[in-house]
């Protein structure tokens, strides 16, 4: 079910860099690994794909990516992190086991209980769209093994908590669509009031301590006992930590199987209408949107060696002529809150070079759309955009965004989510606090 490989750098232990630090990150269509020393520096990588999302399979993949990481290596871990999609969610019983398969990132089925939520939600509030983790909750309490229930978590609470042994703690990144307030640190009123909130998950600080790994995990994996699990992250923030990106204005888009955009800003920006949700990130907010746009409509053409050489005959600072918005499948989140919206890519020309001209063009035009709608609304205006994921290293793309977006665009020194989560790992809350 499970394919994997490991890339692993052997490390020249150091008595000044005595401990290591592991990052996991659970993306869209797989897992990685990235363990780092107290300096940053990378001392071992995994990577496994994921051939379906269930429980099952991110269960064995979290496992398959610490038996990969170097004995040498997991005897010295200080710290773990994980990451997540986010908004994919589980609903477990008391033996934190799942109940029943888990609602994923993209899952919008809860549209009646969203709608139903703008009865007691503030206006623009990132609750109030279908594939939010609260509404997402309210539709779980229709099903038969609801009463049964006892944690409701996210991705990476449930894998957390696979290592620490303490189910129902999140952070407050994952937390966000579930309806915490990172302002005031809290849930609110109108939240605890509903007959779900006994489900809700004790909230903490990305990056802050939760506890040690259990005696069974230490035992199975070599690890220290004092090993810390620490509070995770979503995929996309932990994309945007690893990017090295800091200052008001600078931006980080993910170009993965989605397209994920976060704009660093002093003004929180909400609003629902257009998908769009800000984080905290320390004094800062981290605000942005996920298009449903992105690699899995290329992928859905052309294989990523097509795309390679294919993308090579393209003139960047030439329009393609076609007007297309690509999508795999009807719906959108971002920067159009559509679930509706079809996609659009056609007519097609019998020149692949021109087809996949035209569809990079599509998703460069959604990208600048996005950051022009986040200024509008009040967010810091966009200075430059770092790069993650799988099409950052596509020049070709890279200069038809340029192109559309109008500010310097590069390829983050460190594109892997995995990369930000073993950072969190590595320095804790104390992360955070950079952004001021």
């Not at 995994?46 to 051939?51: D, H, M």
């Not at 989560?421 to 104390?430: E, Q, R, S």
């Amino acid at each position: 079910m499970q394919d994997s490989h490991a890339k692993v750098f052997t490390p020249h232990p150091s008595p000044l860099t005595p401990h290591a630090f592991l990052g996991l990150d659970f993306g869209t269509s797989g897992a990685r690994a990235i363990a780092i020393d107290g300096d940053g520096a990378v001392l071992a990588e995994a990577q496994i794909a994921l051939a379906e999302q269930s429980a099952e399979s991110w269960h064995a993949a979290l496992f398959s990516l610490i038996e990969q990481i170097p004995p040498d290596i997991r005897r010295r871990l200080g710290a773990i992190a994980i990451d997540g999609t986010s908004a994919s969610v589980l609903l477990c019983d008391a033996d934190n086991q799942p109940l029943c398969p888990p609602l994923l990132y993209h899952d919008d089925r809860a549209r009646a209980e969203a709608k139903s939520l703008e009865q007691i939600a503030p206006p623009g509030h990132p609750v109030l769209s279908a594939s939010s983790s609260l509404a997402k909750l309210l539709w779980l309490q229709n099903l038969p093994e609801f009463p049964r229930a006892r944690f409701f978590q996210h991705q990476a609470d449930w894998l957390a908590a696979l290592l620490h042994g303490r189910p129902g703690i999140s952070d407050y990144h994952n937390c966000l669509k579930l309806g915490y307030n990172p302002a005031s640190m809290a849930y609110p009123n109108w939240l605890l009031a509903l007959p779900v909130a006994p489900l809700l998950p004790q909230v903490l600080a990305p990056g802050a301590n939760i506890g040690c790994v259990t005696p069974d995990i230490a035992e199975r994996f070599a690890l220290p006992r004092d090993c810390m699990v620490r509070a995770g992250t979503t995929d996309s923030i932990a994309a945007f930590l690893a990017s090295g990106a800091g200052q008001p204005g600078e931006a980080v888009t993910s170009l993965g199987s989605t397209l994920v955009l976060k704009l660093l800003s002093r003004t929180r920006v909400d609003e629902s209408r257009y998908g769009i949700y800000s984080h905290r990130l320390g004094d800062l907010w981290l605000a942005g949107g996920a298009s449903s746009s992105g690699g899995a409509v290329l992928r859905s053409f052309f294989t990523n060696e097509q795309i390679e050489i294919l993308s090579s005959g393209i003139d960047p600072e030439t329009n393609s002529g076609l007007d297309y918005y690509p999508l795999t499948k009807p719906g959108e989140r971002f920067p159009f809150n559509d679930p509706d919206l079809a996609p659009r890519m056609s007519p097609r020309p019998e020149n692949d070079t021109r087809f996949l001209h035209g569809l990079l063009e599509g998703m460069a035009r959604i990208e600048a759309h996005g950051y022009r709608l986040l200024q509008d609304l009040g967010a810091t205006p966009l200075e430059s955009v770092l790069t993650a994921g799988g099409g950052a290293g596509n020049p070709a793309w890279t200069s038809i965004r340029t192109r559309h977006l109008a500010v310097p665009v590069e390829a983050a020194h460190y594109t892997e989510a995995a990369y930000g989560t073993a950072l969190l790992a590595a320095k804790g809350k104390n992360l955070l606090c950079c952004f001021k």
